[in-house]
């Protein structure tokens, strides 16, 4: 179990076995992206990566908002004080690390979207693997209010979620949409009351991280490897994944149960040798 651990913009602990809940800790700003937040979030993505007996993330914000994007007061002082200098977008270098950091990680990711998550922090939730939404939930791909174009991941994001149809118009008109619009185009996987979010996001990430440890990391690469491939590299992947899990200890538990008919007993620690 992961006791809980607070860094300047977000903080984590152990909710379920297996199960973390890494909660964006700004709410006094909406959960607005600064450049301390994204050096947060990745150093604690690496940290909990080193951990095997954490199978599965949950990403929440803390308070009402889950992130609106760019923190504004910190984005006019960068462009008033500092990009002249930099020649750099704001924010830009160091939130990509962790979007790559996210759909990379070897562990499933689940965002609760507990409240308005616009520009760059719906970017961060259509990074994570699977979204459950509040029913107060709001989300847009704002960018454009601004004078932007998406610039954290959601013009990756957007089509293959919901098509490249209405992926253009949400990221050309920045039209903000409320859950169940988001639920029936894809956009996320289920709404729930705004009580129950919490609850359900562990409850889901809890039974995720009963199945092998290996065997959800095997499945979230290739689920992620099959969005830039065809149908025989995606299926080569495949093959060489489920060849190194023939090695794995669970794998034989799981047909040894299933055999048996009974549950099986899966990220069972072991000692060195194995036993």
């Given at each position: 179990?992961?006791?809980?651990?607070?860094?300047?913009?977000?903080?984590?602990?152990?909710?379920?076995?297996?199960?973390?809940?890494?909660?964006?800790?700004?709410?006094?700003?909406?959960?607005g992206v600064v450049p301390e937040m994204a050096r947060d979030l990745l150093a604690a993505l690496i940290?909990?990566?080193q951990d095997q007996a954490v199978r599965v993330l949950v990403l929440t914000g803390a308070g009402r908002q889950f992130c609106a994007g760019a923190d504004l007061g910190a984005f006019q002082r960068y462009l008033t004080e500092r990009h002249a200098a930099e020649q750099e977008p704001y924010n830009a270098r160091v939130l990509w690390p962790v979007t790559q950091r996210i759909t990379s990680c070897r562990m499933p990711m689940i965002a609760a979207i507990?409240?308005?998550?616009?520009?760059?922090?719906?970017?961060?939730?259509?990074?994570?693997?699977?979204?459950i939404a509040s029913a107060q939930a709001k989300m847009g791909e704002t960018y454009i209010r601004l004078g932007l174009n998406p610039g954290n991941g959601g013009a990756y994001f957007l089509p293959r979620l919901v098509g490249s149809g209405l992926a253009a118009e949400l990221a050309l008109t920045g039209?903000?949409?409320?859950?169940?619009?988001?639920?029936?185009?894809?956009?996320?996987?289920?709404?729930?009351?705004?009580?129950?979010?919490?609850?359900?996001?562990?409850?889901?990430a809890?039974?995720?991280?009963?199945?092998?440890?290996?065997?959800?990391?095997a499945t979230k690469q290739q689920l992620r490897h099959s969005w830039?491939?065809?149908?025989?590299?995606?299926?080569?992947?495949s093959f060489w994944a489920v060849a190194a899990l023939h090695y794995s200890q669970d794998l034989r538990e799981g047909v040894a149960a299933?055999?048996?008919?009974?549950?099986?007993?899966?990220?069972?620690p072991r000692d060195a040798e194995g036993k």
């Amino acid at each position: 179990m992961v006791a809980r651990v607070e860094l300047e913009t977000v903080y984590f602990e152990s909710v379920a076995d297996g199960v973390v809940m890494l909660t964006l800790n700004r709410p006094e700003h909406g959960n607005g992206v600064v450049p301390e937040m994204a050096r947060d979030l990745l150093a604690a993505l690496i940290q909990l990566e080193q951990d095997q007996a954490v199978r599965v993330l949950v990403l929440t914000g803390a308070g009402r908002q889950f992130c609106a994007g760019a923190d504004l007061g910190a984005f006019q002082r960068y462009l008033t004080e500092r990009h002249a200098a930099e020649q750099e977008p704001y924010n830009a270098r160091v939130l990509w690390p962790v979007t790559q950091r996210i759909t990379s990680c070897r562990m499933p990711m689940i965002a609760a979207i507990n409240g308005g998550a616009t520009a760059g922090g719906l970017d961060l939730a259509l990074a994570c693997d699977i979204r459950i939404a509040s029913a107060q939930a709001k989300m847009g791909e704002t960018y454009i209010r601004l004078g932007l174009n998406p610039g954290n991941g959601g013009a990756y994001f957007l089509p293959r979620l919901v098509g490249s149809g209405l992926a253009a118009e949400l990221a050309l008109t920045g039209d903000i949409i409320d859950a169940e619009r988001a639920l029936q185009i894809g956009l996320v996987n289920r709404v729930v009351a705004p009580e129950a979010l919490t609850e359900a996001a562990v409850e889901l990430a809890a039974r995720i991280a009963t199945y092998p440890r290996l065997a959800l990391e095997a499945t979230k690469q290739q689920l992620r490897h099959s969005w830039q491939t065809d149908l025989a590299g995606a299926m080569s992947a495949s093959f060489w994944a489920v060849a190194a899990l023939h090695y794995s200890q669970d794998l034989r538990e799981g047909v040894a149960a299933a055999k048996e008919k009974r549950p099986p007993k899966f990220n069972v620690p072991r000692d060195a040798e194995g036993k």
